[in-house]
């Protein structure tokens, strides 16, 4: 079955310091999205990556989809402590399909 | 618009005894999600339907776990009897059907608040 490996596990951060995790697949992917979930909350999505080698800008958030579609990462620049909270990634192996496996997450404290 | 609605929001009972959680998707969104959520993990996909047919119940521990979506709309999600082991969140989600290779060629789905479910 699909296999998804997200890094790191857990980042401390100092406020202001640039925050990056990584989403790798054992398979090639359709698509990949990405969903923040803060503390006591519920995944929220941010963005979906479709295309081969695709970068896409929220603000300060940076996400990219690797040319052989089978890993992502999301970076932050200068983090806030607004962003606090486990992001992430949920893999598409199949167009057309809305099904996501998604990964272990990855939490991110940031010290103000 | 309105999001996706659960209850109950918590429930604590003891393994062996019964539970059921509801869901109402947002309005029109013809695809719902069951996930299960352990503490310092991913979510895990339980079933998928769309409209009221299921797509998906491959991850469902069908000796039970049942879940059913009568009329398209809301979702129950039933667990019996419980084991300490299905301590967790319990997530809905909703999504719709996406216009491919148009302008919203995604199918972002809407979690709810979830579920907070304990075993003793």
């Known amino acids: ?112 | 618009e309105a999001g996706v609605a659960q209850s109950p929001r918590y429930k604590i009972i003891e393994k062996r005894q019964s539970v059921a959680f509801w869901c109402n998707p947002i309005s029109g969104h013809a695809t719902l999600y069951w996930y299960q959520q352990i503490l310092g993990q991913g979510p895990k996909l339980l079933i998928q339907f769309q409209n009221n047919g299921v797509v998906d119940d491959s991850q469902l521990p069908k000796d039970r776990f049942s879940a059913e979506r009568l009329k398209g709309v809301d979702s129950t999600l039933k667990i019996q009897p419980a084991k300490l082991e299905d301590s967790a969140v319990y997530l809905c989600a909703s999504s719709s059907t996406p216009d491919w290779g148009g302008p919203k060629s995604s199918y972002e789905q809407y979690f709810g608040p979830g579920t907070r479910l304990t075993v003793t």
């Not at chain 1, 996400?63 to 990634?89: M, P, R």
Request: aromatic letters at 10%; proline letters at 4%.
């Open chain 1, 1 to 112: 079955g699909q296999q998804v490996m997200q890094i790191p596990q857990y980042q401390h951060v100092q406020e202001g310091e640039d925050f990056t995790t990584y989403c790798n697949s054992s398979t090639t992917l359709s698509n990949i999205q990405w969903y923040k979930q803060r503390p006591g909350g519920h995944p929220v999505f941010l963005i979906q990556l479709v295309k081969s080698g695709e970068v896409k800008k929220q603000k300060r958030l940076t996400f990219q989809f690797g040319e052989a579609k089978k890993n992502s990462s999301l970076h932050i620049t200068a983090t806030q402590t607004t962003d606090v909270g486990t992001y992430f990634c949920g893999l598409s192996p199949r167009a057309g399909s809305y099904q996501l496996t998604f990964g272990k997450g990855t939490k991110l404290s940031v010290i103000p």
